[in-house]
């Protein structure tokens, strides 16, 4: 996925060894039950409201 780092934009779907994408993170893991991007190995993207963590490694 493509996360953009300005602005509002959301994030879209992109392939993860296409070149001329940028702020490219790989989902590895979805945590249930917290929002704490803490409990994921390298970071993630929290849901307060909906209590789970969408935990990313960064590709580039």
């Known amino acids: 996925m493509s996360v953009p ?14 070149p001329t994408a940028t702020d490219v993170e790989q989902v590895t893991e979805i945590k249930t039950g917290t929002a704490d991007p803490n409990e ?16 990313t490694t960064t590709i580039s």
Do not use: I, L, W
């Open 5 to 18: 780092t300005v602005g509002m934009d959301e994030p879209s779907r992109v392939d993860c060894n296409d």
């Open 40 to 55: 994921c190995p390298e970071g993630g993207f929290a849901y307060d409201s909906r209590q789970f963590v969408v935990c």
